[in-house]
């Protein structure tokens, strides 16, 4: 176990993959059935491990040396509680994200009764799924139109069986307009990276569905619409929770404005970068 486990790491290294030590573990455990720790007590120990599982070991360290996404390679992205099934066509939640459903959660635990939110553009669910989840009380609406990511969002709607939250397909721009003026709280990840932008990870440039990624010329394209929807859909004092990029707080926050959105404010995240805005309907 400690030459595999060695062998994985530089090629990780090698290849440039910034968390090589770490993914080089998570892969050999995903492979062995292991936590993290346990690879690294029987790396110590230096326990065997059969030609069979090496073969296997050695065949998902070269994906992703060639920097396809460790979730890519597992099948699966951790998001908070939960465990979902990600692949290609599908935007791989971030752990940035997590500080963003935390937004839409305290708000949605603030509101008496049965609140209603909505999730716009929910790829793989995890935003809808960690408020259905989490805020059991209340009732989640998530909507998604690209087909490619329907395919995740669907499995993993199924897996986590959450009694109180909707999964449709459609487009965000008019979409549940049975929900028009009722609903508590509209959180959204939206596409936002300006088309001349290209991201420089090659997990995101290259395995990142394009349709999750660009938001037009000024990436605000998406969120034009998200903020259309969101108020006609929120009753009056209805709260919008969106992220985007760190340098994109003060256009969002005067999209908003200008779209008469009150209580503006861009929020940062815990490495202290802009990273979601909300305000009220």
Known sequence: MAGVRARAIDTLARAGVPSAEADAELIIGWVLDLSR????????????????????????????????????????????????????????????????????????????????????????????????????????????????????????????????????????????????GTVDVVVSNPPYVPLGAIPRDPEVRLYDPEHALYGGVDGLDVVHNVSATAKRLLHPGGALVIEHGDEQGPMIAALLQADGWRAVATHRDLLDRDRATTALR
């Open 37 to 180: 720790g346990q690879v690294q007590a029987k790396a110590l120990t230096d326990a065997s491990v059969s030609d069979v599982h090496v073969r296997r070991i050695d065949d998902a360290i070269e994906r992703r040396a060639h920097r396809e996404p460790l979730q890519h390679i597992t099948g699966v992205a951790y998001f908070r509680w939960l465990e979902l099934a990600v692949g290609p066509g599908v935007f791989v939640p971030r752990p940035e994200t997590e500080f963003v459903a935390q937004l839409a959660i305290d708000t949605l635990r603030e509101v008496p009764g049965e609140p209603i939110a909505v999730d716009l553009g929910t790829g793989s669910g995890a935003i809808a799924l960690a408020l259905a989840t989490e805020v059991v009380h209340s009732r989640v609406y998530a909507v998604e139109n690209s087909p490619r990511a329907f395919v995740w969002t669907r499995q993993n709607f199924a897996s986590v069986a959450a009694d109180n939250a909707r999964l449709l397909f459609a487009d965000l721009a008019d979409a549940l307009p049975e929900l028009d």
